[in-house]
């Protein structure tokens, strides 16, 4: 998944790419990957697919490959899970702390504590707010850790207790890989697909206003977001946005299966959240979303994700461009 973007064709914005409020915006708009545009390109369709970075690698592969350490080595035994007993349940508690720690952990040390790529292609050139009658703890960050790896990882943790205890009693169906290996692979393919799809859907669900008012603002706080911000929600937008794993109460798919789908929308959003343009780390590790930076910006806007072209097919869509700049660039492209 991830942003798509133009080769830059000029500076919008100021000498150092900023705007007059201070804000750092790519000098060309964000757009879709091409898996929907017509006529079909076969070439650049095959180059998001396969090439670095695209859809496979570096987010989901990376992702795919923590679900299988975690599936072969931390996870408990199925047969352990016919029962809610506190041994196994804190096993998984304890695996997914770690996890969030060190993968939104490690965005927040590089990044804010470190500040190893200072203000290069921050979206916002504040960092994030202290003494802020606005949060918790008057800190944005500690606030955003509470909701996040104290509340959400909760969540999380409940959902994955949950499911478990039903695929060990066979309350739920159970796919085989020696029966259908053909469908066993493509469920890590639709994955990402499916949850960005869920996404969009319960995004736009949580800005209707009485749900907005009561639960999705906490999120919005966050109008400067870092690496913490990414579940930094009300726990009742936590139980709705993970309930995109409910697919495998009812459709057939192996536990493995449910676990990428799980550890990818939990630890997926340290990546869209922390506010930096990528490449980082000297220009090696592809990563932010300026696609969803505009969201917390602009609210109204870019609901999904840059995948599918849900938000430009239902008029969400905003490529990030000052009014008039688009027409600008398209013809400043044709000479």
Known sequence: MGIQPLEPATNLAGDDGRNAKGEWRPPYPVKFAPLFSWPLHAGALSKWLFYFPGFLWPLNLLLLGISAVSWYYTQPDIARCVHFQPGWIAQVYVRNLVMMWLFYGGYHLYLYTLKREGLNRKYDANWPAKNSRLFLFRDQVWDNIFWTSGVALLVWTG??????????????????????????????????????????????????????????????????????????????????????????????????????DLQHAALGPASGHHGFEGPIAQGKWPTGSYFHYLHHRYFECNYGEATLPLDRWFGTFRDGLPEGAGAKLAEEQKD
Do not use: C, D, Q
């Open 159 to 260: 959902y994955e207790v949950l499911t478990l205890w039903m695929y060990a009693n066979h309350y739920i169906p159970w796919l085989e890989w020696a029966r259908h290996p053909v469908y066993f692979v493509l469920w890590f393919f639709a994955i990402p697909l499916w949850r960005e799809f869920h996404f969009y859907w319960v995004h736009r669900l949580i800005h209707w206003k009485p749900l907005y008012k009561h639960v999705h603002y906490l999120h919005h706080k966050n109008i400067n977001p870092n690496p913490w911000s990414g579940m930094a929600m009300h726990p009742v937008e936590t139980i709705i946005y993970l309930s995109v794993v409910m697919i495998h109460w009812v459709v057939p798919s192996h536990p493995f299966h449910f676990l990428f």
